[in-house]
């Protein structure tokens, strides 16, 4: 069974930058794996802000980057605003055109 | 603009059955697939499966095979995920979402959800 890792929590301070990160625990993540990153706030529909690695979804800040550090996939946030305290997730597509889902993360900008 | 609506709030007695809908409008529905999401009452977000709106072509994570069923009209460019008995635990929003080309990943854009709730 592919289990797709996010940090279960983070925070930065306002103007800050952090990264987050969604690895594999079987195996090195790849643009193959086509990583996508999705914010959500309590009781709204996941935003999508990065798919296929590093494209910015339409609408989403520059401060908003995504790629591969190492063998996994990060997303950077420069800048950090405090609306940008949230639920991040990320999903892989591992395979048999089926895709996972990381447990997510929550940014905290204090 | 790509817009997915979903189907409104429902309110089940297990062993019932339900089918939730997710029309999309603004591009080409047969070109792309629609996925699916649950998400569990204070937990993360969580794949289904997936399915083609051009030939129905569908895969299910493991998780889910079995438990439900994906299908499209593609005639009212319209999705669906069903259920033919619920249980308590399927007590969650549900998304449905458009990936961003004719694979299967990544998904794009999004439906607002629709609330399922069952209890008896």
């Known amino acids: 069974q592919t289990v797709v890792t996010q940090e279960p929590a983070f925070s930065v301070s306002p103007g800050g930058t952090v990264t987050l990160t969604c690895g594999l625990t079987s195996g090195s993540v790849s643009t193959s794996n086509y990583p996508s990153w999705y914010q959500q706030t309590p009781g709204q529909a996941p935003r999508t802000l990065i798919y296929s690695t590093h494209i910015r979804s339409s609408g989403v800040p520059g401060r908003f980057s995504g790629s591969i550090l190492g063998n996994k996939a990060a997303l950077t946030i420069t800048g950090a605003q405090a609306d940008d305290e949230s639920f991040y997730y990320c999903v892989l597509y591992v395979g048999r055109d089926i895709s996972v889902f990381g447990g997510g993360t929550k940014l905290t900008v204090l | 603009e790509v817009q997915l609506v979903q189907s409104g709030a429902e309110v089940k007695k297990p062993g019932e059955s339900l089918k939730i809908s997710c029309e999309g409008s603004g591009d080409s529905f047969t070109s792309y697939w629609i996925g699916w999401v649950r998400q569990m009452p204070g937990k993360g977000l969580e794949w289904m499966g997936i399915?083609?709106?051009?030939?129905?072509?569908?895969k299910y994570s493991p998780a889910f095979q079995g438990q439900v069923t994906l299908s499209v009209d593609k005639s009212i460019s319209t999705a669906y995920l069903q259920w033919t008995s619920l249980k308590a635990s399927d007590t969650a929003m549900y998304y449905c979402?458009?990936?961003?080309?004719?694979?299967?990943?990544?998904?794009?854009?999004w439906g607002q959800g629709t609330l399922v709730t069952v209890s008896s």
């Open positions: 979402a458009r990936t961003y080309s004719s694979s299967p990943a990544p998904l794009l854009h």
């Open positions: 399915i083609y709106a051009s030939d129905s072509d569908t």
